[in-house]
């Protein structure tokens, strides 16, 4: 959904630490009443909000997987039209969650930024948490320099996350009429494992959708991986990564199985263990819609990188077609120098040169 018309009606300020050394819980440090924004202040939130939130490649619609009595999207759907006094006090519980969330030790503490409003052409009820990391800093004063260390969700920083619920409808049993948007700055369209699971999964009750890119750019990186691990000579590498973008991007069937692609293209000997692997990535085996738009950029070429910053590079079909790569022994190779060498063959003629 577009975010636009953000109406921030009400902020509270919650804080989650760390977990000590010993793995232990330390309770989070509850606000007592709502803050209160200056204009301006109002005006740098909502900015940092909507940029945020409009980040395609950082900002994604998620699935809503739970909706128990405990879940984000029930204290959420709790606070909606509630009395100031009752969103000051339920607001703690998802401070309670997410320090519970974060099992991990090495997880930092941080500001908990729980606020509601409303959203959208016509207004739609939200609310929202943010959780930044505190940093350090500076500020002129005069002559002299004041060092704060307690700065959060400053121009510069990238160090926060959001989760974003939006009301619909109404009258409906959770999680129906709400929709879930989240934002990581770790999360990019070419990997969006790269969001972090506790935030949207343990905390906020949400996972990444199994949309046919989503699961077309899963089978493309589990897939490469598997080929680059397989103990096949160089060359034949080279053939199956190409008969990857292939299936991919040339191929014009307009779905994608892992039977069909080992059985067409993997050696006998390493089928099932591509099976297998698969499965254990929790790939599904039956078929799936092709969609290469999460893969797109990545799919318009291959590239082969060689040390001394040499590179070979050219659209999947070219390197099905035009090119190939053969390791040979390396003859009169000095001592430290590789001792296999790679032939490439063109077959075209040099266009132009710089």
């Known amino acids: 959904m577009p975010f636009e018309n953000l109406v921030v009606a009400r902020v509270m300020l919650h804080e989650v630490f760390k977990r000590r050394h010993d793995g232990a819980l330390v309770s989070p440090h509850y606000g007592t009443q709502l803050i209160a924004l200056p204009p301006e202040a109002m005006d740098m939130f909502k900015e940092r909000v909507v940029d945020a939130m409009g980040a395609v490649s950082q900002c994604m619609e998620m699935e809503i997987a739970e909706a128990g009595a405990e879940s984000a999207v029930a204290i959420a759907f709790s606070l909606v039209g509630m009395p100031d006094a009752t969103f000051v006090t339920d607001s703690v519980k998802f401070a309670d969650k997410l320090a519970n969330a974060q099992q991990a030790k090495n997880l930092p503490g941080g500001k908990l930024v729980v606020f509601s409003g409303t959203i959208g052409a016509t207004p739609r009820p939200f609310v929202a948490v943010i959780k930044a990391e505190k940093q350090s800093g500076f500020r002129e004063r005069g002559t002299a320099l004041e060092f704060f260390k307690d700065l959060f969700l400053t121009p510069a920083s990238k160090l926060y996350k959001i989760g974003f ?15 879930a948007h989240v934002y990581d700055s770790q999360m990019t369209t070419q990997n969006r494992e790269g969001a972090a699971k506790y935030f949207f999964g343990t905390f906020l009750g949400c996972r990444i959708p199994q949309n046919s890119a989503h699961l077309t750019r899963v089978f493309f990186d589990h897939t490469r991986t598997f080929i680059r691990a397989l103990p096949v000579e160089p060359e034949v590498k080279d053939d199956l990564l190409t008969s990857l973008y292939t299936y991919l991007k040339v191929d014009q069937t307009p779905t994608i199985q892992v039977n069909n692609f080992s ?50 590079s050219a659209p999947p079909e070219s390197f099905k077609h035009l090119i190939t790569m053969e390791t040979v022994a390396a003859d009169g190779a000095a001592p430290g120098q590789p001792t296999q060498w790679t032939i490439i063959t063109i077959k075209d003629r040099i266009q132009t040169q710089e």
Not at 165 to 179: E, R
């Open 165 to 179: 619920f939006v009301q619909m409808t109404a009258g409906q049993s959770l999680p129906q009429g709400w929709i």
């Open 263 to 312: 059985t067409a293209y993997l050696p006998t000997e390493a089928r099932d263990d591509y099976t297998n692997y698969m499965q254990g990535k929790n790939f599904p085996l039956n078929a799936v819609q092709k969609d290469i738009s999460e893969v797109s950029s990545q799919l318009r070429k291959r590239r082969v990188r060689f040390s001394g910053s040499i590179e070979l």
